[in-house]
């Protein structure tokens, strides 16, 4: 039970200090007359910071993404880290085909 409620807690904290960094961003990428660069650096941003994945290969516990792939870069080497990188890369991708079609939309909305 105590492991649980940590693993809880943790995660909330995690996702509190991501959206307050995310947060953050947003403020600072308000004014930036390039749209495209605000939506790009939102969206990449949103998928390192909230990505979770796997943190070992035989459990279900989760960790952001971004950790795992460190870690695992660190302690196992380049060949295991993959296993995080995949799906990081994934999400970043797929993130930055949404910020394209974000941006693509609200400049259409503004011409008309």
Do not use: H
């Not at 904290?13 to 004014?31: D, E, K, N, P, Q």
């Not at 870069?73 to 890369?89: D, F, H, K, Q, Y």
Request: positive net charge; charged residues 10%.
């Amino acid at each position: 039970m105590g492991i649980d409620s940590n693993y809880f807690l943790l995660w909330c904290l995690y996702i509190v200090a991501g959206l307050s960094f995310y947060i953050s961003l947003w403020w600072l990428t308000r004014s930036s007359a390039i749209k495209l660069l605000n939506y790009s650096l939102r969206a990449i941003m949103a998928a390192v910071i909230f990505t979770p994945w796997s943190a070992n290969i035989y459990g279900d516990t989760l960790a952001p993404a971004l950790m795992v792939l460190v870690l695992d870069l660190i302690t196992i080497g380049e060949n295991s880290a993959a296993r995080a990188a995949v799906p990081l890369i994934l999400a970043i991708i797929i993130a930055e085909l949404i910020a394209i079609g974000l941006c693509w939309k609200n400049r259409r909305r503004v011409a008309k």
